[in-house]
């Protein structure tokens, strides 16, 4: 019928665009991986690290650990959050802007994959390296059929870059640093709505936060929305 062939053409038409919208990120990605991404600015923060000694006294000390992903991450998101507004997506059906982003996702992943076939990282860089990923592929980690795969990627990138990490020291930072990670993602998630608003990972952190907001504030009289994905109270 007309409408079955306008649906068709729609299909077709926004998986090319979608193919190449994963290519130009993709480009620029591996752009910013191979021009040391970590030159651009970076914000860490010190860690207090509380162990016990051989005496049995509590001995504490200090570590520094990132607490924001690199600049060229932020220049990412931003690029695909404006342009998925530009094309309107607000008006797509429910299911072709995830399609996008978890094509996107592996791309991404693939991209990390090849960088890592000829990168020398030191710790500190592997540190920074590891909140970027997580974060870039939290924030586009939507619900697809290929979910469990790509997810057996990610973790393999991840402990890639875990390798270039003490054994001993990534079991102090690692509570640390994925803390930081949450608190990243309940900060800026609002910033890429277009990317964020669609992200299972993002919507279950940004949930859990505002519940436990909402139980803190006992004089809030509004209820608390389950589904945080803008603007949350």
Known sequence: SHYQCIAAAKSALLQRYGEWLSGVIVQQLESFLNSE????????????IKEESEEGTTV????????CCSSYITTLLHSLSSELYRVGCHGFEDNEVPVML??????????YGTWLDNAELTQNMALQ??????????MCNVATAVNTERNKKITNVIRRIETNIDPFDWDVFQPHLAANLHGLIRRTYNLFGAVSVYST???AIATTASRAAFQQNTHNILLGNEMVSRFPL
Request: net charge negative; proline share 2%; charged share 20%.
């Open 60 to 67: 504490e000390s200090k570590v520094s650990l990132p607490i």
């Open 37 to 48: 991404a970590l030159n651009y600015a970076v914000t860490w923060e010190e860690a207090v």
């Open 129 to 138: 390296y590891w909140l970027d990923f997580k974060y870039i592929t939290a």
């Open 102 to 111: 978890g094509c996107l996702n592996e791309r991404i992943v693939e991209s």
């Open 201 to 203: 990972t993002v919507q």
